[in-house]
């Protein structure tokens, strides 16, 4: 099994940055399509975006296109996801996923493993 671990969350104001890192147990880390999705209380995780394993492709949500942006560093076995222009409407838990496929998925379903996630709180 996969395990993956975010941190890099916490308090910023509108207008600001994060950087949210996830680190995955192994090293076939490689191997596996990534993802980043959010939750808040009440309502449905969605999807954030995604970075495929062949060809480095992603893929954004609409509403975090031209802020966000997702990479990875597969010697650290890591991914993460840069956050731009944070806005008070980004707050939520950010989690970390991932799909054994060479092709991502903005489909909380199609992914395999999780993250435990790490808050953002965007203040205005």
């Known amino acids: 099994q996969l395990h993956l671990v975010e941190s890099g969350g916490g308090l910023v104001q509108a207008g600001g940055s994060l950087r949210l890192s996830c680190i995955a147990s192994?090293?076939?880390?490689?191997?596996?399509?990534m993802g980043w999705f959010r939750q808040v209380p009440g309502k449905e995780r969605e999807f954030v975006a995604t970075?495929?394993?062949?060809?480095?492709?992603?893929i954004y949500a609409d509403f975090v296109k031209g802020r966000f942006t997702i990479s990875r560093d597969n010697a650290k076995n890591t991914v993460y996801l840069q956050m731009n222009s944070l806005k008070p409407e980004d707050t939520a838990v950010y989690y970390c996923?991932?799909?054994?496929?060479?092709?991502?998925?903005?489909?909380?379903?199609?992914?395999?493993?999780w993250g435990q996630g790490t808050q953002v709180t965007v203040s205005s």
């Open positions: 996923a991932a799909r054994y496929s060479p092709y991502g998925s903005s489909r909380k379903n199609d992914y395999d493993y």
């Open positions: 192994r090293r076939t880390f490689t191997t596996y399509s």
């Open positions: 970075i495929y394993w062949a060809a480095g492709s992603t």
